[in-house]
């Protein structure tokens, strides 16, 4: 458990973030952390480098509506401060924050407030004995540090953890999660680490994080891009999405277009994603430029918009033609129709449950 959300087992893939304020701006650093449980996130970690930041933690996780992870690094009193400030998991490297007994310190500070830890190995810190050993970073190298930290965690009677094996390079992480997976039995925090921009990183991190998941391993994933915390939420979970994994919010097919497009198709899709990203309710919203494949689409969704002739388009409501719309108030029609449907499932939802 981190907090009150369960990771591993049967438990749902949760999305993580973190922050990239600095930790003693409590009121940056929660503004931030608000953006991210609205895009979704389930878990936010924040990076406790310094006394300061342990300070000002505490008003932070009391402020939050999801549970905080502390990212502790080297030092062990961070931890400590960090355990007693509120955080609901530490991501910590056991054997990089000193002796057994601070190892301890830390286990009996996690235990006492009910922290779970993350150990967080990553091919760019490996310690210098393993890079002796094998020369390179290589998923080896990795998993043995993982092992080396989870024995440590065992060694005091400390089992509530899950561990992540990460590098940037693709073929590196999948191969060490992978062998991971087949070496221990307990929740995996999957990562492509520094997978680069909102473009790059998001193929990359699909490609890897998306490999793992379709392969059965991983419960809970961070996309590490170099844009907006709440960027990365909001493609974890379009990962999740196309795995059938998770189902947040409005899901969108939609076409290149071409020259056949009634309306100008990628500025529409841009205009619906920025409205409807408020919609936290599962449904689904097809958006193709002609009928050639516009029909087909929308026979599969909720709500359907085909583009037509003379500035007028067909809608689709569950599948079936319903009416057209003028193309100068396509947009607000969609997404009143959205909003409307999104309602629907919502005042549906609690009968249902009640039946079943």
Known sequence: ??????????????????????????????????????????????????????????????????????????????????????????????????????????????KANGCSIRIGVNAGSLEKDLLEKYGEPCPEALIESALDHIKLLQDH??????????????????????????????????????????????????IGIGNLLWAGIGDTIRVSLSAEPEEEVRVGFEILKSLGLRTRGV?????????RQGFDVIRTVEALEARLSHIKTPLSLSVLGCVVNGPG????????????????HMVYLSGVTDHHVQSDAMLDHIVSLVEARAAEIEAAAPASVAAE
């Open 297 to 312: 689409e929308a026979r599969e969704t909720d709500i359907g918009l085909t583009g037509g002739g003379n500035g007028k």
């Open 1 to 110: 458990m981190v907090g009150s959300v369960p990771v591993g087992g049967d438990a749902p893939i949760t999305v993580q973030t973190m922050t990239n304020t600095l930790t003693s701006d409590a009121r940056a650093t929660i503004d931030q952390i608000r953006r991210c449980e609205e895009a979704g996130a389930d878990i936010i970690r924040v990076s406790c480098p310094d006394v300061e930041s342990t300070a000002a933690f505490r008003q932070i996780a009391r402020a939050a509506t999801v549970p905080l992870v502390a990212d502790i690094h080297f030092h062990y009193k961070r931890a400590l401060e960090a355990a007693d400030a509120g955080a609901a998991c530490l991501r910590i490297n056991p054997g990089n924050i000193g002796s057994s007994e601070r190892v301890a310190e830390v286990v009996r500070a996690a």
């Open 251 to 259: 899901r969108i097919v939609s076409c290149p277009s071409c020259a």
């Open 157 to 206: 009677d400390f089992h509530e953890y899950k561990v992540a094996v990460k590098a940037s390079d693709v073929f590196l992480a999948v191969a060490a999660y992978m062998g991971l997976a087949e070496a221990v039995d307990c929740p995996l925090h999957l990562g492509i680490t520094e997978a680069g921009g909102l473009i790059g990183g998001t193929v990359k991190s699909s």
